[in-house]
């Protein structure tokens, strides 16, 4: 995905989950933490994948179906399948998750917004956590589905609290106990 000289890849992992995982939980494809310092565009068309992306800093423009969004420090963007998807940056730092899930169409379903080719959450600051247990997890030579797993769901029930019960500044005890219970 991140192929260009203007992207360096801080960290790449690429994963074949089991039938169980794949049949029962979520699961990432690929896992990729990237800093842009030049120039970049991609291209590509998501397939069978759902992506998430996550800006550390900077900023980038991300057009979904000739939607675009615009992406900077502590946003996060989910991609649904099957859409055309347009990166730009200049410079940006991010995560970059290609994943699936038994349970994400329903989850992205019951988040609302089902004509959007993605969810963009702005302001998402309290989500960076899950991004680095993943990269964490990522580092092993066995992996830890199950909090894979967690992890993406975690990102997901995030999004869908947010939505449906304001997000952290609106409710700041619900945020806390709901990332205690997370963690």
Not at 78 to 107: P, Q, W
Not at 126 to 149: A, H, P, T, W
């Amino acid at each position: 995905m991140f192929n260009d000289e203007s992207a360096t890849i801080i960290h790449n992992d690429s994963y074949e989950a089991k039938d169980f995982i794949k049949n029962s939980l979520f699961y990432y494809k690929q896992f990729y933490q990237v800093e842009i310092k030049d120039e970049y565009t991609l291209k590509f068309d998501t397939g069978d994948s759902y992506y998430m992306y996550y800006v550390e800093h900077g900023s980038m423009f991300v057009t979904l179906n000739r939607k675009m969004f615009s992406l900077t420090k502590n946003d996060l963007l989910v991609v649904k399948k099957n859409v055309d998807v347009s990166i730009s940056a200049n410079t940006c730092k991010l995560y970059a998750v290609e994943f699936d899930g038994r349970l994400t169409s329903d989850f992205l379903t019951a988040i609302g917004n089902v004509d959007s080719p993605g969810i963009s959450m702005i302001d998402f600051s309290g989500i960076v956590m899950f991004f680095i247990k993943l990269k964490e997890l990522s580092l092993y030579d066995v992996r830890n589905e199950v909090y894979i797993s967690f992890s993406i769901e975690a990102i997901l029930v995030e999004i869908y609290t947010r939505i449906h019960y304001g997000n952290d500044k609106d409710n700041p005890q619900n945020y806390a106990i709901l990332q205690a219970i997370f963690y």
